[in-house]
């Protein structure tokens, strides 16, 4: 939290040469795809407009591929688009999708629960030194005070399981854990003061759903948290509601979330809403061992039981 | 019969939601055996605690319930075979969560009890409630129910007060 206090460098963790290099991989491999008809479409990133940042694209011809890129701003996870409600992308046929480590735990997940298969879709992975924090000036090259949080303590920059790995990971620093030590403030707190850190946080939620949209777990077509009658969830943004979203999210993805921290970069709020994904992955590894990982696990901890599981809360 | 009745000053308001088959004959059970408890408790019924989604419990303490009892079949009698195998671990999951934002866990109970257990479900009942009577009402989730542009806090006019008495 003491953001002031610490003081960041400035050095760029991957030289330029790193990017280019993943960048062409990408390209590369993605020209190939298409001009064989292997896939209808590359899911992708391509620079945006302003310097520093970057849109996803679907690219549909060699040419599109050509665009392609990797870059710090790469943020988005592709996964999302991914998903059965994801009518219009999946309509395409077989698509390839370029994936960091990240991302790549979504799209396992994805594949675990059934929402694609993996003969669907042609993966390229990429060898990631890490993206942009939400706030990062992107002036800056990728560097201790602009990489994003998640990739402060991130374990899956090498991909494994994909059908290409895209550059070679660069030689990186450890980072500062900021993520882990703040979890474990929190977790240190009474219950009085994390109910007060919690509250305020929520309060100040302004029920855009960002997060909700940008997650590729969130794929029902029916959310829980917007039906009435009966109403689960009081839909307008007071902080009531707002307590009651965050929970039933939080409960939503447990055991399913695969870190890649997409609600908390899209929340226009600033509210630390890995905090809590990390939370419930770290009791669930706890409780019954699991850890979602780059390869598809057939059931989630909370889709299977054993019959010998703790029941020391239970009298 | 009658035990002499306690007049106390705070009287907590504990919802059960049990699963129909076990907890909820076992609580019929007591009745019909003239068992005495607390009448502080109110009873929801559901087909399976595996049909008991956690927003429920927490829709419980948000609609005022100063103690949650959740109860359902000893693992192994489900008559759904694991209804209550995959309830345990979504409980277990959701109480850590709960924890997590600061939520007292001494309001929240869950337990198994069968249809032939009228004397369990008697003392499950008797224990939540007299251990919420002694931590007394669950504010953090009133205050978060009327926090609002004005905050609870503020609370001026008589219409006002017993509004938020009323919740
Ligand atoms: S968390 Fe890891 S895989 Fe994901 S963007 Fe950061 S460094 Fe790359
Ligand atoms: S993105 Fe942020 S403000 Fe929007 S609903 Fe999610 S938590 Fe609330
Ligand atoms: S029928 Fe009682 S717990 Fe499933």
């Known amino acids: 939290?003491?953001?002031?206090?610490?003081?960041?460098?400035?050095?760029?963790?991957?030289?330029?040469?790193?990017?280019?290099?993943?960048?062409?991989?990408?390209?590369?491999?993605?020209?190939?795809?298409?001009?064989?008809?292997?896939?209808?479409?590359?899911?992708?990133?391509?620079?945006?407009?302003?310097?520093?940042?970057?849109?996803?694209?679907?690219?549909?011809?060699?040419?599109?591929?050509?665009?392609?890129?990797?870059?710090?701003?790469?943020?988005?996870?592709?996964?999302?688009?991914?998903?059965?409600?994801?009518?219009?992308?999946?309509?395409?046929?077989?698509?390839?999708?370029?994936?960091?480590?990240?991302?790549?735990?979504?799209?396992?997940?994805?594949?675990?629960?059934?929402?694609?298969?993996?003969?669907?879709?042609?993966?390229?992975?990429?060898?990631?030194?890490?993206?942009?924090?939400?706030?990062?000036?992107?002036?800056?090259?990728?560097?201790?005070?602009?990489?994003?949080?998640?990739?402060?303590?991130?374990?899956?920059?090498?991909?494994?399981?994909?059908?290409?790995?895209?550059?070679?990971?660069?030689?990186?620093?450890?980072?500062?854990?900021?993520?882990?030590q703040e979890l474990a403030r929190l977790e240190a707190m009474t219950p009085q003061e994390r109910w007060a850190f919690w509250k305020e946080h929520f309060s100040r939620c302004i029920r855009c759903l960002a997060c909700r949209q940008i997650c590729p777990f969130c794929f029902c077509e029916q959310c829980l948290c917007d039906r009435n009658r009966p109403q689960s969830v009081e839909t307008t943004p007071r902080p009531a509601g707002n307590t009651a979203w965050h929970i039933v999210r939080a409960m939503h993805l447990a055991g399913r979330c695969g870190g890649c921290a997409e609600c908390e970069r899209v929340c226009p709020m600033d509210i630390p809403l890995n905090l809590l994904n990390r939370k419930m992955a770290k009791e669930l590894k706890e409780l019954y061992d699991y850890e979602a990982g780059l390869t598809p696990q057939e059931k989630g901890p909370l889709t299977e039981y054993k019959e010998d599981d703790d029941e020391s809360f239970i009298k | 019969m009658h035990t002499d009745k306690v007049k106390h000053d705070f009287e907590p308001k504990i919802v059960a939601l049990v699963c129909t088959w076990c907890t909820y004959a076992g609580?019929?059970?007591?009745?019909?055996?003239?068992?005495?408890?607390?009448?502080?408790?109110?009873v929801v019924k559901f087909p399976c605690t595996g049909r008991i989604d956690p927003v429920f419990i927490l829709r419980a303490f948000q609609k005022g319930a100063d103690g949650v009892l959740v109860s359902g079949c000893h693992p192994g009698d489900c008559?759904?075979?694991?209804?209550?195998?995959?309830?345990?671990?979504?409980?277990?999951?959701?109480?850590?969560?709960?924890?997590?934002?600061?939520?007292?866990?001494?309001?929240?109970?869950?337990?198994?009890v069968s249809a032939a257990e009228g004397g369990k479900w008697v003392e499950m009942v008797t224990e939540l409630t007299e251990r919420v009577r002694q931590l007394g009402p669950l504010t953090e989730f009133r205050e978060l129910e009327l926090a609002e542009q004005w905050s609870g806090a503020t609370l001026t006019t008589p219409e006002l007060k017993e509004a938020y008495q009323a919740i």
């Open chain 1, 1 to 180: 939290m003491n953001k002031t206090a610490r003081k960041y460098e400035s050095a760029a963790l991957a030289d330029e040469g790193y990017w280019t290099s993943v960048s062409q991989a990408i390209r590369q491999e993605a020209v190939r795809l298409l001009e064989q008809g292997a896939v209808a479409g590359v899911v992708g990133y391509i620079a945006g407009r302003r310097t520093g940042t970057a849109m996803p694209v679907v690219a549909a011809t060699p040419d599109q591929a050509k665009e392609l890129i990797f870059s710090p701003a790469c943020v988005n996870n592709l996964a999302l688009y991914l998903t059965k409600a994801k009518k219009e992308v999946r309509a395409k046929g077989k698509l390839a999708i370029v994936a960091k480590g990240c991302d790549l735990r979504a799209l396992a997940g994805l594949l675990g629960e059934s929402q694609l298969k993996r003969e669907d879709v042609y993966i390229i992975g990429i060898a990631c030194a890490g993206v942009y924090g939400a706030h990062a000036d992107r002036s800056q090259p990728l560097c201790d005070a602009t990489i994003a949080r998640k990739c402060r303590e991130c374990t899956v920059r090498e991909p494994t399981d994909t059908d290409l790995v895209a550059g070679t990971l660069p030689a990186l620093p450890a980072l500062e854990p900021l993520e882990a």
């Open chain 2, 27 to 42: 609580a019929d059970l007591a009745g019909t055996s003239r068992m005495q408890y607390p009448p502080n408790v109110r």
């Open chain 2, 79 to 112: 008559h759904y075979m694991a209804g209550n195998f995959h309830a345990r671990r979504r409980f277990a999951a959701f109480r850590k969560l709960l924890e997590f934002v600061g939520v007292d866990l001494s309001r929240l109970q869950f337990s198994w």
